[in-house]
């Protein structure tokens, strides 16, 4: 199948005047993928824009929010564990888990550091050579390359007090899931450009193949949104699938390949466990096998629970478009940023945040 590839060529504003009076042969449901679509949707107004025969879900592309309540309360035990850091990205220190959160421990103690990189893990490995270090590797596709390579140089460099303990997820087969599910009917799927980057559109040709669901790649500018949306519904409407490239300026068809290698050479795909979803195949990855000694699970002895998180909490029903946020009880009463109860309302790319913060 021949993926489309098409140029912007429209200001802003002649786009969201086309978006309003696009005129479709039926009603659509189209759920957009990522994260941080969600969030850009909502502040640049084009979900205003949106005609009424279109319906737009939000999708399990927040990598905090799918990522399963027992990942926490592990990280929780091992901050628990003398002489430890827990290096993390700041969304996962508002986290709950069953124990309460990343934050409410380093407030009783517990020595857990921000990082913006997996380097700033190797680097305090470097800064405290009698501490164990432990990085919580968590993210899709877009993060994963930056994790393989600091595990290679950590290797490299001889460092036997940093691992990291692993969530990364990969996106095609969750997409399988959502399109194979019988309760929510997509037609269109707007997918993230920044994933696309790394794995190339080629990759992602399977959703209106294999599916016959149109797919659209945006970037995450307004315009490239708009022109993604003014694409993928009037597809849609017609049932008319095919994969449009809309982010032709850095989504290419084979995508990066130097990041493709690193993956390969560091992970290895398993089944995984999806918040709200439960396990797919081949969704997940963990270390080979000849980087154990990386593998903070393997290193300490531990696994997981299968807790299935917050009473009440209806996260794992929103990211897969079962739910709106609004229609949880929790939403903006007992679950705000304040308190959250649930990693929807918590990450800076979660569905109920961005509700809550645009006041949906």
């Known amino acids: 199948m021949k993926v489309v590839k098409h140029q912007v060529r429209l200001t802003g504003s002649r786009l969201g005047e086309k978006l309003k009076k696009l005129e479709l042969s039926r009603s659509v449901t189209l759920m957009e993928v990522c994260g941080t679509h969600t969030h850009a949707l909502f502040r640049s107004g084009i979900r205003h824009l949106l005609p009424d025969r279109v319906k737009l879900l939000s999708g399990p592309g927040c990598p905090v929010c799918v990522t399963p309540p027992g990942y926490v309360d592990l990280a ?10 827990i290096a993390t990205f700041g969304d996962m220190i508002r986290v709950p888990g069953n124990r309460g959160s990343l934050r409410q421990a380093k407030a009783e103690g517990a020595d857990i550091r921000l990082v913006c990189s997996p380097l700033d893990a190797l680097a305090l490995a470097e ?26 140089r950590t290797a490299k460099g001889g460092y036997t007090n940093l691992t990291f303990l692993t969530a990364h997820k990969v996106i095609p087969n969750v997409l399988r899931a959502l399109l194979t599910g019988k309760e929510v009917a997509l037609d269109g799927l707007l997918l993230p450009g920044h994933v696309a980057t790394v794995t190339g559109a080629q990759a992602l040709k399977f959703v209106p193949e ?18 993604a949306l003014l694409e993928l519904a009037p597809m849609a409407a017609e049932s008319n699938p095919v994969l449009e490239n809309l982010y032709g300026e850095l989504v290419t068809a084979r995508g990066n390949l130097q990041a493709q290698a690193l993956m390969e050479q560091v992970f290895t795909t398993v089944d995984s466990t999806w918040r709200g979803i439960g ?37 794992g029903e929103i990211i897969t478009g079962k739910k709106i946020p609004p229609e949880c009880s929790l939403f903006k009463t007992a679950c705000t940023p304040e308190r959250p109860v649930g990693p929807c309302m918590v990450s800076s790319e979660g569905t109920c945040g961005a509700y809550y913060k645009y006041n949906v």
Do not use: H, W
């Not at 929780?76 to 850091?85: E, K």
């Not at 405290?128 to 390579?149: D, Q």
């Not at 294999?210 to 022109?227: K, S, T, W």
């Not at 797919?280 to 393997?298: F, M, N, Q, W």
């Open 279 to 315: 396990t797919i195949p081949e969704s997940g990855l963990v270390l080979k096998p000849e980087l154990a000694d990386y593998d903070t699970r393997l290193v300490y002895g531990l696994a997981e629970n299968d807790s299935p998180g917050p009473t009440g909490c209806r996260c």
């Open 76 to 85: 929780l035990q091992l901050a628990g564990y003398q002489d430890t850091i």
């Open 127 to 152: 800064e405290y050579p009698l501490k164990r270090v432990v990085f919580l590797a968590v993210g899709f596709e877009t993060t994963a390359p930056a994790v393989a390579a600091t595990v290679l």
């Open 210 to 227: 294999d599916y016959g669901v149109p797919a659209a790649i945006a970037g995450f500018e307004p315009v490239q949104m708009l022109a």
